[in-house]
């Protein structure tokens, strides 16, 4: 029976075209806006994950167990002995899932230059396997990276200007050191950065981590850190559960965490959006429900003297009833095509090429991420099959009442027009 | 309830009502539409309900067919009491016993003359190519060949009711049911659908039963009933046919 009523639906739409066209199209803008907003919400959530992780800390990192949270200078991996540095990034780098490891070892001083002192945080690194993990180091705006083995130092834009200094200038960095007493060195600034994010561009330099290592009287085995990035950064966790497993034999008391253990406000923002879509489709498709609703109504209504001839003839309630939500299939059809047809170039143009939002507001920080100026929408893969779900529920649940309305007239008096 | 001893269901007569009454309410008026119709009409007849507007011919008709449900008293057809049948099974019934003619809104505007011609075919689940084979056959009797694709809105009136005609009597139901099959019809047009239900009456022995205003249709009636104000007065057997 599917044959004659989908045509006999697709045919009914057609005789009032411009009816059925509006109500299509309110369906079809519905769709759009709901795998378009979820869209826009990922790409929000993607920049606020991909900078948060992508920028600084990598998107896993491997610690001594008591390092987090409290970040004593003293809990370096493997304890005062340290570790093999380099074996232990060969053996981070070494899941599948992760694309380069580096160390760093933490500390904090004061920076001065002529009359300005600051106090910073420094960050130790090993220059040629930072720049693969953190995505900072492409940050650089006046000089260059620090070289490995110099008294070099590499500081942000705001923290240059309270120093009032650049690139190739000189400055004295003091730093308590782990036996107790107080390193203090010359330090050339290799060259300026400028991250987006406030407190980094203000308050923290990069330091080679040889030199910083000499300065706080550390041997080259002692190191905070083992940061790792990890492409996607929601494979993070699966690594962190593997690697648990690698490292535990060869260093032992190391401790891998996946982003989201050390940002887990990040975790909590990106359940936020996901709850939000959520609130996005129900609410399009609900309003939608009440004007597909009063369409199909007035549709029917209009055509009550055929469901009665059609009752007449021998077409059961029951039929009658599945015309109806048969109509309002070949409408949700109709409807998703359209939808299709608004929302994909749209996507696709928006995810390949996102505006530019810069003249309407700058840069902000949401958890710690970054989110730049542009309109980044990831495709919701998921929230287009949702969507369109949805849609069907909803020009089927609005075709309910009038199906079960066309099936139930009297046909004696629907035909006698009373 | 008596029992005639000729009302084997092999020859049970194509309707027979027993007491039967329509009584309409509405905010206080009560209308006596049908009253107290013993009736019964046997398989193959022609017969004609008559009567001034308003006598109940509607009613009754509408009765008979399963289309409202009679007030008091109890319907037949076909040797089957329809009189208690579900909303359901009273349109199953109609689709397999009953053909309906009415006096307008006859097709569905959305299918084409063929579409409503073999409409209730397909309710049955007859295969399409035979549903058409038939179709076509029977438009080639009625002089609807040609015209099987267009739409009702594009035909005449005549030729619209010769659709719904077709419709009726393909199924071979054991009774049509024409309400006023002629009105609105000029008088050439309305003698030739009068042909053409008498040829079917004849031809496939289908029970044609008619409310109707028009006096050619009533002269051509084998069986003559008048109704005034839902009684029967008058009920006249002709055995000259139509
Ligand atoms: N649904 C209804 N509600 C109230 N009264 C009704 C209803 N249907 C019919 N009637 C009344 O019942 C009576 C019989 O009506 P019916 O339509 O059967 O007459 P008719 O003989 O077919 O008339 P006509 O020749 O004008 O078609 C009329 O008084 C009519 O007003
Ligand atoms: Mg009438």
Redesign the interface.
Known sequence: MSGPWWRIGWRNLGRNPRRSLFTAGGLAVGYAAVVVMTGLGRGMVAEMIGNGTGILSGQLQVHAEGYLPERSVHETIGGREGIDVDALVGAVAADPTVSAAAPRLYGGGLVSAGDHTLAAGFVGIDPAREPAVSAIMAAGETGRLPGAGENELWIGREMARQLDVDAGDIVVVVAPAADGSLGNDLFTVAGVFRSGLGDVDASVAFIPLDALQQLMALPPGRVHEVAARIADPWDAAAAEERLLGELATDFPGTAPRAWNRFQPEMVEYAALFESMEWVIIVVVFIMAVFGVANTMLMATFERRREFALLLAIGTTPGVILRSVIWEAFVLGVVSLTLGAILTFPVLVWWHNAPPDMSWLYGDFTMAGGLIRPVLRVEYPPEMMVLGAVALFATALLAAVLPAYRAGRLPPADTLAGR | MTHEPTAVTTAAPAVRTKGLWKIFEHDGIVVEAVRDVDLTIERGDFVVLAGPSGSGK??LL?MI?G??RPSRGRIEVDGRDITDLT??RL??????R???V?QA???????TAL?NAE??M??RGIPPEERRSRVEELFAEIGMEGLEGRRPGKLSGGQQQRVAIA?AVVGEPALVLADEPTANLDSKTSDGLIDLMSRFNRELGTTFIFATHDTELMRRARRFIRLVDGRVVEDERRDAPA
């Open positions: 509607t009613t509408n067919g289309l409202s909303e359901s349109a199953r019934w109609r689709l397999d009953v053909g309906f009415f809104y006859n097709l569905l505007p959305v299918l579409e409409f209730t397909l309710l419709r």
